[in-house]
């Protein structure tokens, strides 16, 4: 495995971002900016949050620093817009109205600094009959149709993790829009509101699908199209220890040497003969279940059949490819996937572990050259409270 640089600052040095404290998203949003080399500036609140993972090991807060505000204190929000004031960027994934209320909204924010993108994660939008709902990953892609995409036809479809909703439908296409706006901010001088909601979000992730469905090539229900387990040589297979491979073997030739190297060669006109999937797939679940899932990796290495075993979170690190590559990192004892994804000419690194609340008061005040943020200098690293480990989409209080 890798050792994690600390030359490297990334494409966005030079930019500033606040982030509000919150849970899920837009910290994950935030990581990446910073990843990428913005100056990322946390503004967390005292005490901390119920649901957050101990700070010294929230790899979200990687490569940031932190400051304690405390928004319901007379002078709080002035202290925020102050920063907002010497930012290109803002994020916050407060419930709709609550920024406003806390006086660190958009307009508030753009009376002192015209130029500032301002990004806003929810999970259901800035408006509509469920802005103001509580929600969660699970809920969220469930209404978009991601959900009812996933899993065997005759059970529940399962949670899978936060990753879709969260992190692909909320975080990735909040930093798009970041991004967008600050190339534009750029270009014409002024700043905007990004509205980034995991709903508009994880919709458009399925874009191709609902296209083949307007074609006539999906059909609007779980296990019974190519890519969603319907195939019988898409998909996943259990092997003799209890492991699983997964398979993608589409193309005629992958899908030849498939059946060729499983000692399936009579099946090689099944690919397009749906009537004999059924039979094909016992085939192949047969075959996988005579020997071990490293047995299958290592008969598989070196081919194009599109066979991977599946691994779990602490096995991946070390697969070679992966290894090689350096897409996992060790920084100050903690596994994490390293940042992505890579420039030739401003390479990135982890620099720094997670930002401890509040450890960065007096070199934030310093260098964003705002005396007032020490003048009531909130808690050190070491009187910091430690949170029980959780998650959350969007932090649902009012801070």
């Keep these: 495995m890798a050792t994690a640089r600390t030359d490297g600052h990334g494409p966005l040095t030079g930019v500033r971002v606040v982030e509000l404290a919150g849970l899920g998203p837009a910290p994950f949003a935030a990581m990446l900016l910073a990843d990428l080399g913005a100056d990322v500036v946390r503004v967390d609140r005292p005490g901390g949050s119920s649901l957050a993972v101990d700070p010294a090991h929230d790899v979200t807060n990687r490569n940031k620093r932190s400051v ?74 469930a209404l978009t149709g991601a959900l009812g995409l996933i899993g065997d036809p005759d059970r529940p479809p399962p949670a899978p993790a936060n990753l879709l909703g969260d992190f692909a439908g909320g975080s ?26 995991i709903v508009d979000g994880t919709a458009h992730l399925s874009a191709m699908i609902h296209g083949m469905l307007a074609a006539g090539g999906w059909q609007d229900r779980r296990a019974a199209n190519l890519l969603d387990g319907g195939c019988p040589y898409y998909g996943t297979y259990e092997t003799a220890d209890g492991g699983y491979v997964a398979v993608g073997a589409l193309e005629p030739q992958f899908y030849d040497e498939f059946v060729d190297l499983l000692g399936l060669g009579d099946f090689r006109d099944a690919r397009k003969d749906r009537a004999r999937w059924g039979e094909l797939r016992e085939a192949v679940a047969a075959r996988f279940k005579a020997r071990t899932r490293d047995e299958w990796a290592a008969l598989f290495e070196g081919s194009d059949a599109c066979v991977a075993p599946v691994l779990s979170l602490r096995e991946a ?83």
């Excluded at 924010?109 to 509509?128: D, F, I, K």
């Excluded at 970041?178 to 990004?194: C, E, I, K, R, Y």
């Design 68 to 141: 304690i505000v405390d928004l319901k204190s007379p002078d709080g929000p002035a202290r925020v817009l102050d920063l907002a004031a010497r930012a290109d960027v803002l994020v916050e994934g407060y419930r709709p109205g609550v920024a406003e209320r806390l006086g660190v909204g958009p307009e508030d924010c753009h009376a002192r600094n015209p130029r500032l993108v301002y990004g806003r994660m929810t999970g259901w939008g800035q408006e509509g009959p469920l802005a103001h709902r509580a929600g969660h990953d699970v809920t969220y892609i």
């Design 317 to 399: 690190p070390h697969h070679p490819h992966l290894a090689a590559r350096g897409t996992f990192t060790d920084h100050a004892g903690i596994t994490q996937p390293a940042p992505a994804p890579r420039f030739s000419a401003t390479p990135t690194a982890v620099r720094t572990g997670p930002a401890r609340p509040g450890a960065d008061t007096r070199t934030v005040a310093r260098d964003w050259d705002i005396p007032g943020l020490v003048t009531d200098l909130a808690q050190t690293p070491e009187d910091a409270p430690v949170s029980t480990p959780g998650n959350a989409s969007v932090d649902p209080s009012v801070p």
């Design 172 to 197: 990735l296409y909040l930093v798009v829009g970041v991004l967008a706006a600050l190339h534009h901010a750029h270009a014409h001088g002024t700043g905007q509101v990004v509205d980034a909601a």
